[in-house]
């Protein structure tokens, strides 16, 4: 794959996130897509395929009611990406972790992709 396809994928995903667009996120992915989100060290979700996807993509939208993704590096590499990602978004009711409903949460992770046969085909959010 070349570097602008892998490029212009992230990017289409990050657009796609932010916009709470989730079949174009899913129309980005490899049937056997993987997604993984580890924070403090420890994997705290993982879903495997396009369904497991979108039903975590549609829960997840719920929670906010603004979010952003903003992309602020860019490795690219055979075929994988490394993505700095800035992120704030906004609670869109009270949570029972203690979150608020307008309360603006602001992190800065990582997401690796890998691709695979023109498509995303595995996704990890470290933060």
């Excluded at 916009?19 to 897509?33: E, K, P, R």
């Excluded at 978004?89 to 972790?97: I, K």
Aim: a negative charge; hydrophobic letters at 40%.
């Amino acid at each position: 794959m070349i570097t602008q396809d892998k490029k212009s994928l992230i990017e289409s995903y990050i657009q796609c996130y932010n916009a709470f667009d989730i079949d174009g996120l899913v129309a980005l992915l490899a049937d056997d897509v993987v997604f993984e989100n580890e924070a403090g060290g420890e994997v705290n979700v993982h879903t495997q395929g396009k369904e497991d996807f979108k039903t975590l993509a549609l829960q997840s939208a719920q929670v906010f009611s603004a979010r952003q993704q903003t992309i602020t590096n860019m490795q690219l590499h055979d075929d994988s990406a490394t993505v700095d990602i800035d992120y704030q978004g906004t609670v869109a009711a009270d949570l029972d972790n203690g979150l608020k409903a307008g309360q603006v949460i602001e992190l800065q992770g990582q997401t690796l992709f890998k691709f695979s046969h023109g498509k995303i085909s595995h996704i990890k959010d470290v933060s």
